[in-house]
């Protein structure tokens, strides 16, 4: 068992129940030129969470966890994008259109592929979402319950959209939710802090937040006494 320290309570996962689940890290959410930017947004303050997020990643892979990466995108005709979500806001490029990193948000682009420092490896799971919740029109519910998953360690962009709405999705479907703080980020660091707050809030509404240190510190003392 890890013992993990989080917020609102301490947690203790068991290792072969629980998947590391990263959300979005895709070069259109973190690089220029991607979605993220034509939105307007300083896709450099992603930046922080991916050392944690690459140390957390190397970590489950040694300790054998079910490692899970999303990708959030549409397929090259866009029968999967819903008008309302391509239509909405005033982006300087539109999902589908071209950037510099291929059409924007489509599958098979360069900006849709994960970033490099944190590329799947032969065996993990790599979801690939239309929406923004990794459970919605995907088939990532059975897969957890294939490998008898009850525990999801939650990282990725941005903490409160794609973060925050897989985190209640799987809440409700029974699985105990961790985020791990400083592996998530936001284009709004006001947004990052009450994403988390929300989270943990009365007695862990959603989950519980913990952080890279924290679960790295608990998977070594769980090795040591094995
Ligand atoms: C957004 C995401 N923010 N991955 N997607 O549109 O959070």
């Keep these: 068992m890890i013992q993990l320290a989080a917020e609102p309570t301490p947690i203790a996962i ?12 895709q070069r259109d959410f973190l690089e220029p030129g991607g979605f993220g930017e034509s939105l307007g947004n300083d896709v450099g303050l992603l930046k922080a969470a991916v050392e944690p997020c690459r140390q957390v990643l190397a970590a489950a892979r040694k300790a054998g966890m079910l490692v899970i990466h999303t990708r959030e995108g549409h397929s090259p ?6 008008p309302a979500k391509v239509e909405r806001g005033a982006p300087s490029k539109r999902i589908g259109d071209v950037g510099p990193m291929g059409r924007i948000l489509i599958q098979g682009e360069p900006g849709h592929d994960i970033i490099p420092e944190l590329y799947p490896i032969a065996g993990e799971p790599v979801i690939d979402k239309p929406g923004k919740g990794a459970f919605y029109a995907t088939n990532l519910g059975l897969i957890l319950a294939n490998r008898s998953i009850e525990n999801l360690l939650v990282c990725g962009v941005t903490t409160e959209v794609c973060v925050n709405t897989t985190v209640r999705e799987g809440n409700d479907r029974g699985f105990r939710c961790i985020v791990l703080a400083d592996c998530c980020g936001s284009y709004f ?12 809030a009365q007695g862990g509404i959603f989950g519980w937040v ?15 006494a094995a």
């Design 77 to 82: 005709d866009m029968n999967d994008a819903p």
């Design 210 to 224: 913990s952080g890279s240190q924290q679960l790295l510190a608990a998977m070594s003392a769980t090795q040591r």
């Design 189 to 200: 660091p006001e947004f990052h802090k009450m994403g988390l707050a929300m989270i943990k």
């Design 14 to 25: 068991e290792p072969a129940r629980t998947a590391l689940v990263i959300i979005d890290m």
